[in-house]
């Protein structure tokens, strides 16, 4: 089946610390991968995406590499802001055309000053 | 960008009423809308896919007789809870598809408290 692997939260970082949260995933042909995010009191907007293996996807500072080998899109920031607080979640896309995405549980992070 | 709204964002009811969840997409069409059930600290569960002029597409575990969707437009997904219980409280969230169709547009959600 389809499914996403989320590391639990919450993070919680110092401003300028380095992010890392870890993205696995088991799926059936050729996923196309995302990291969305969302702030307090907002919806889920896309951050970033790659849709084939080697893919380096990237917005705002962040990144996550589409690694087949290992079934993973690991999502880092070198450096995070205050502002970067809020929760991240994973998804799959299967490749339909529906749109139907496959969804981690979300990590909440929090960044101090 | 594109705009995806719901209303109430906030809704608490008694037991055993109904309640219903509008979605609208703002600035474009959407043939397809997506409803999703997320509990606290979880991921968000995909409940059932809207389809304008036809009839909703429920994911396996979910009775569509008690969560009944009515894609009434292009702009306009409803989503109701008929005979709530507190079990049914949650995060009810709606998406859209843009284009591509993994561009989701997400709306804020919308909290059911059922009393």
């Known amino acids: 089946g389809n499914s996403v692997t989320q590391m639990e939260g919450p993070v919680t970082l110092s401003e300028e610390a380095f992010l890392t949260i870890n993205c696995t995933y088991t799926a059936t042909g050729y996923p196309s991968l995302f990291w969305y995010v969302q702030y307090p009191g907002e919806g889920l907007q896309l951050l970033l995406k790659?849709?084939?293996?080697?893919d380096k996807g990237s917005n705002k500072g962040f990144e996550a590499t589409y690694r087949k080998e290992t079934t993973s899109f690991h999502l880092e920031k070198g450096s995070v802001q205050v502002s970067d607080s809020a929760v991240y979640f994973c998804a799959l896309d299967r490749g339909s055309t529906l749109g139907r995405l496959y969804f981690g549980r979300g990590t909440q992070l929090t960044v101090w000053p | 960008g594109a705009v995806v709204s719901q209303h109430p964002s906030w809704v608490i009811c008694k037991s055993g009423t109904s309640v219903k969840i509008e979605c609208r997409s703002l600035d474009f069409q959407a043939t397809t809308m997506f409803w999703y059930r997320q509990f606290p600290k979880q991921s968000l569960m995909l409940m059932a896919t809207?389809?304008?002029?036809?009839?909703?597409?429920?994911e396996q575990g979910v009775e569509k007789d008690k969560f009944l969707i009515n894609h009434a437009s292009l702009t306009l997904s409803t989503l109701t809870v008929t005979s709530a219980h507190p079990e049914d409280s949650s995060f009810y969230i709606c998406?859209?598809?843009?284009?591509?169709?993994?561009?989701?547009?997400f709306g804020p959600g919308t909290r059911l408290t059922v009393t």
């Open positions: 790659a849709t084939k293996a080697d």
């Open positions: 809207s389809n304008e002029g036809s009839k909703a597409t429920y």
């Open positions: 998406s859209a598809p843009g284009l591509p169709a993994y561009e989701q547009y």
